[in-house]
């Protein structure tokens, strides 16, 4: 069965839930596959029964959103805490005197914007991060969306025979190739070493125990085992399979707005298409375990 043919049946699957409804948040789904916007909270200051219900929102619709927030840099860095301890980013700049708070920052002087092409935070790491917590305190007036695909869906929309050949397959992940230089106007030296990994192509979640692609354009190099033409052909398929629209929310950001994706079962992308305008927030991530 081809990929498109897949994707026209009851194979895209949404994210599963208890069915339970909320009682302290609000949920207004962006689509049935991924993403919803929470209404009803303050995340400077949210009560123990919202949060137990932001875990289970973030669970099942793998990313979730927030408009309207007031944090001061302290109140996002322990809204993050709550999750697990944070994560240090290899050689992303970062607001003085909070190496866990990294800056997002894209002007008339950039020659890029963050995130740009679809990944998944740092999975380069050894023990990728669990989810990232982005505040954009400033958005140019149209433009910037990210978007957010699950991983999920990608997954269970591949035919038997391909999840067949995947399974037990690992990837290397490497950082150098993304970091080096890329921060070098922030004041961000080159680092002397990056970070490298080896994870299975296919995921299990800890929560959910649902199966995740675990590949991506921004940190893969190359699958392991298998010929180099043949890891390329498998990957480009991948990558071009996980990025259909069908798997996708897209994020209009607004000032003081939030967005927090479970980085373990999604990818994103930046849109940078705002030049010269400017985009400023910080992101509070949070540390993951090994990929199995």
């Known amino acids: 069965m081809s990929s ?8 895209i699957k949404a994210p599963s839930g208890s069915g339970q409804p909320y009682e302290t948040i609000g949920i207004d789904r962006l689509t049935p596959v991924i993403g919803a916007e929470i209404s009803g909270v303050d995340l400077a200051a949210p009560g123990n029964h919202q949060m137990a219900e932001i875990h289970r929102a973030l669970a099942e619709h793998l990313v979730i959103f927030f408009r309207d927030q007031r944090m001061t840099q302290e109140q996002h860095l322990a809204f993050g805490r709550t999750f697990g301890e ?7 700049p970062h607001e003085p005197g909070h190496p866990e708070l990294m800056i997002i920052k894209a002007d008339e002087n950039s020659l890029r914007a963050n995130g740009e092409g679809w990944h998944s935070d740092v999975s ?3 023990e990728p991060p669990m989810g990232s917590i982005l505040y954009i305190r400033e958005c140019p007036p149209a433009g910037g969306d990210t978007l957010f695909a699950n991983m999920y869906a990608a997954y269970d929309a591949l ?12 990837a290397e992940h490497s950082g150098e190739h ?3 230089g890329m921060y070098a106007k922030e ?6 070493s990056y970070p490298r990994a080896e994870h299975p ?10 199966k995740a692609l675990y590949v991506n354009r ?13 890891s390329d052909g498998i990957l480009g398929y991948l990558y071009q399979h996980m990025e259909n629209p069908l798997f996708q929310c897209r994020f209009r950001w607004q000032p003081n707005s939030v967005a927090f994706w479970d980085n373990r079962c999604t990818q994103h992308r930046a849109m940078w298409d705002y030049w010269p305008h400017r985009r400023y927030g910080n992101r509070v991530t949070v540390k993951g375990e090994r990929p199995v």
């Open 178 to 180: 993304v970091y080096r």
């Open 159 to 170: 035919s038997d025979r391909m999840k067949a050949y995947l399974e037990g397959l690992t």
């Open 201 to 210: 192509v296919v995921r299990t979640h800890p929560v959910t125990g649902r």
């Open 124 to 126: 380069c790491d050894e």
């Open 218 to 230: 921004g940190f893969t190099t190359r699958i392991l085992g298998i010929p180099r033409d043949e």
């Open 86 to 92: 944070l994560h240090l980013h290899p050689a992303a």
């Open 4 to 11: 498109l043919s897949a994707l026209s049946g009851p194979r």
């Open 187 to 192: 004041g961000v030296a080159d680092r002397p």
